[in-house]
Antibody, heavy 122, light 110 residues
Framework: EVQLVESGGGLVKPGGSLRLSCAAS????????MSWVRQTPGKGLEWVGR??????????DYAAPVKGRFTLSRDDSKNTLYLQMNSLKTEDTAVYYC?????????????WGQGTLVTVSS | QSALTQPASVSGSPGQSITISCTGT?????????VSWYQQHPGKAPKLMIY???NRPSGVSNRFSGSKSGNTASLTISGLQAEDEADYYC??????????FGTGTKVTVL
């Protein structure tokens, strides 16, 4: 059974930094493409970014609102995905979900974690 | 990238069929057969219901079906059940190698 457990959320001041982690199990992590998707309180979903597998160059893509501020990385030896968030803004306040794309080169999010809440406020 | 447009709410009685629309542009929905749909119950994580416009993952009821015409994709739920009451979001791959979600639709079972 696929399990994704996010951690690292919390309260941070505008301009601050935070690193989220996603511990994965139940599948071959090194083969999967991984994404972060966020959901603002009471609002809709927003894709944040994706990292491909090392086989596919571990390349990353980001949504325009976070490009240059957020960085995705992965440690396949620890089956863990990371999201480094810098220069945080109040509009980054959201629940952040870790998701899988188990079949490379497909374009959907087949498993989701339970999410971790990030609150950016002074 | 603007969010895909969905109706805010759709309702139906048990046993009825409902359809949720998802309208984008030729740079996303209309340009690729890469539309997916997600169901989200309150306080829960989203769940994949349809991928690549009309394919169902293993374990998803065949009461859920998807289609696309031009820049608009649709999710149909037939034989509506109480457990189908949830929020539904569409998503599409886009021409700039990223993803855009819909605005979300609240489905109410009357």
């Amino acid at each position: 059974e696929v399990q994704l457990v996010e951690s690292g959320g919390g309260l941070v001041k505008p301009g601050g930094s935070l690193r989220l982690s996603c511990a994965a199990s139940g599948f071959t992590f090194s083969n999967a493409w991984m994404s972060w998707v966020r959901q603002t309180p009471g609002k809709g979903l927003e894709w944040v970014g994706r990292i491909r597998s090392k086989t596919d160059g571990a390349t990353t893509d980001y949504a325009a609102p976070v490009k240059g501020r957020f960085t995705l990385s992965r440690d396949d030896s620890k089956n863990t995905l990371y999201l480094q968030m810098n220069s945080l803004k109040t509009e980054d306040t959201a629940v952040y979900y870790c998701t899988t794309t188990l079949l490379r080169w497909t374009t959907y999010f087949d498993n989701w974690g339970q999410g971790t809440l990030v609150t950016v406020s002074s | 990238q603007s969010a895909l447009t969905q109706p805010a709410s759709v309702s139906g009685s048990p046993g009825q069929s409902i359809t949720i629309s998802c309208t984008g542009t030729s740079s996303d929905v209309g340009g690729y057969n890469y539309v997916s749909w997600y169901q989200q119950h309150p306080g829960k994580a989203p769940k994949l219901m349809i991928y690549d416009v009309s394919n169902r993952p293993s374990g998803v009821s065949n009461r859920f079906s998807g289609s696309k015409s031009g820049n608009t994709a649709s999710l149909t739920i037939s034989g509506l059940q109480a457990e189908d009451e949830a929020d539904y979001y569409c998503s599409s791959y886009t021409s700039i190698s990223n993803y855009v979600f819909g605005t979300g639709t609240k489905v109410t079972v009357l």
